[in-house]
């Protein structure tokens, strides 16, 4: 009995020695793992009314100096949440955002004992010597969230961590900082009276056909911001409608205006129009605006053409 035992030993002792010695990397750490990441979005931080599910990909590496071995990648969550969920802290409130390990944000990059194979990044190397493995994750913050002007930040502990799920010892762990400039912005839609913020049209043509005088148009302004924003109108012609010649002395005044308030156009003047101190949704603030066709006796038939430009400014 004695004899069995301490041969089945000898042989699994055998058998377990190169396969230790295969599995062990040394010097085995991240290389490249910037220890903050910007948010990029369309060109200049975070417009919390861009519509569009961005995602942005980070390059990380992992190095060993010897040996060959599995390895594979974790992190933490910080700021709460549960599980996949991460947010981030500004002086304009909270944003959700997270970290994947797909482009297709399959999969919340997770920490252990939560993390399954699905929820790491994970890699091996094959040949002795060394060498370095080149691995994405994607940073994202959700579209579409309410928040004031800022920095905002968000952290995630990086663990890596050799061998598998099952079997492995802790490496390394280093903080990755996620940033990201919520800007202030602010924007304007021209609709009919009623209707929802339409981003993809700023501008309107009025057309009154064969008018009277007294003859009304009506239109809404919408518009939206995150830390308020000041309204201005101005009067290519002063006020009146005029001909395409700039030596037709014909011409007929109208009158604006905007939530019930009467605005003076004359003079081509920049008129403070509207005013607001607080954020909106993302549907915006409706601003009525009413145009008034006024005295005729001045006006033979033809086309007559007035500019109004309207002017946002985000506070």
């Known amino acids: 009995m004695t004899r069995s035992v301490l041969a089945l030993f000898g042989l699994l002792a055998l058998a377990a020695l190169p396969l230790d010695a295969e599995a062990n990397c040394t010097g085995l750490?991240?290389?490249l793992l910037p220890p903050v990441v910007t948010w990029t979005g369309a060109g200049a931080g975070y417009n919390v009314f861009d519509p569009f599910d961005r995602v942005q990909p980070v390059t990380f590496t992992v190095t060993k100096v010897s040996?060959?071995?599995?390895?594979?990648?974790?992190?933490t969550t910080e700021f709460g949440g549960g599980p996949g969920q991460r947010v981030m802290i500004g002086s304009g409130g909270r944003l959700a955002f997270n970290i994947?390990?797909?482009?297709?944000r399959t999969s919340p990059l997770l920490?252990?004992?939560?993390?399954?194979?699905?929820?790491v990044i994970a890699g091996s190397f094959s040949t002795t010597g060394v060498a370095s493995n080149t691995h994405l994750h994607?940073?994202?913050?959700?579209?579409?969230?309410?928040?004031?002007?800022?920095?905002f930040s968000g952290f995630a502990h990086f663990k890596l961590f050799q061998g598998t799920l099952l079997n492995n010892t802790l490496v390394q762990m280093m903080d990755v900082n996620y940033r990201v400039d919520v800007r202030s912005v602010a924007e304007v839609s021209v609709v009919d009276p009623g209707l929802t913020f339409n981003a993809s049209n700023p501008k309107r043509s009025v057309d009154f056909g064969f008018v009277h005088e007294g003859q009304k148009a009506d239109f809404d302004l919408r518009v939206r911001g995150n830390n308020g924003f000041d309204v201005t109108i101005q009067s290519q012609n002063g006020g009146t409608l005029l001909p395409p010649d700039k030596g037709d002395p014909n011409y007929f005044p109208y009158t604006l205006t905007l939530g019930g308030r009467s605005l003076s156009l004359t003079a081509g003047r920049t008129v403070a129009a509207a005013s607001l101190s607080t954020a909106t949704t993302a549907d915006g603030v409706p601003f009525?605006?009413?145009?008034?066709?006024?005295?005729?006796?001045?006006?033979?038939?033809?086309?007559?053409?007035?500019?109004?430009?309207i002017t946002v400014i985000s506070k």
């Open 29 to 31: 750490r991240f290389g």
């Open 100 to 104: 994947f390990t797909d482009s297709t």
């Open 111 to 119: 920490d252990l004992p939560a993390a399954t194979a699905n929820d």
């Open 67 to 75: 040996g060959t071995c599995t390895y594979f990648v974790t992190a």
């Open 138 to 151: 994607f940073f994202w913050i959700a579209p579409d969230q309410a928040a004031g002007p800022g920095i």
């Open 288 to 309: 009525p605006v009413e145009i008034t066709v006024g005295d005729l006796s001045h006006a033979s038939a033809g086309a007559y053409s007035d500019v109004l430009t």
